[in-house]
């Protein structure tokens, strides 16, 4: 007995050493991570100061021309906050981004469309532009404002109006080829409801998740997406490195 209860013994001490060195081991690699992130954080506050002073050479020469259209994607509870929405849209308006889309889930900013644009020169809204000009015009900033509801209502109204072509194909007799989806039909379709809309260049969405939040899949085909962290800690020199970073990529659209 006196055997069996020493192993006993030997046995719960090395359960405990072994939980013990497990425990330190976690909470050592632990450490290294936030150490790290901590000194990102650090470095990444340090170029964007470095950057929004002008110190950094090659940030003072973008040719912001490239960004044809810019998204903005907010989370929710982010979009809230509409005096840091509207000091981002003065940073890019500043900075030459003249057409943009902002978008958050629940249509908080869409609520507040008028507020945002009474704090904005010579802003005017998407859907009042002329859509011929509306890329090439340099004079005014165009701002489109979207939510979820729009993306569910396009689907519906273009697939039911894919439906009714098809069946009328169907009806009429047409040949088979005549009857295959494509991604063109689908483009088209939603065009002609109203729902197409210009695809933006470059998407930002600032907000915890690290995902576009149900931003139009239809639209966002050859877009780059960079998340930019919660909107309460946006940086000026943390954008203009964005914008730098969208402006430096060369992108392949195929053949």
Known sequence: MDLKDEMQRVRFWVN???????????????????????????ANVIESYLISSGLLRRYRFIDVGKLRYLAIVVESD????????????????????????????????????????????NA??????????????Q???????????????????????????YLK???SGAEQKEQIFTEANLTEALRAVGYGGPEPDLLLVYGPARCHLGFPAWRIRYTEIIHMGPLKSMRYGSLVKAIYKFTMVRQNYGT
């Open 16 to 42: 405990q050493i072994g939980n013990f060195c497990l425990r330190l081991v976690w909470h050592f690699v632990h450490l290294l991570v936030r150490s790290w992130y901590l000194g990102v954080g650090v």
């Open 78 to 121: 982010d979009a809230c906050q509409i005096s840091k929405v509207i000091q981002l849209l003065q940073w890019l308006q500043a900075f030459g981004v003249k057409h943009l889309c902002l978008y958050d889930t629940e249509g908080v900013l869409k609520k507040s469309k008028e507020s945002i644009l009474a704090k904005l020169k």
């Open 124 to 137: 005017t809204l998407f859907e009042e532009a002329d859509e011929r000009d509306l890329l090439l015009d």
């Open 139 to 165: 004079k005014h900033m165009t701002l489109e404002f979207a939510s979820i509801t729009d993306g569910k209502e396009a689907v519906a109204k273009g697939g039911n109006l894919l439906f009714m072509k």
């Open 169 to 171: 194909l169907a009806n």
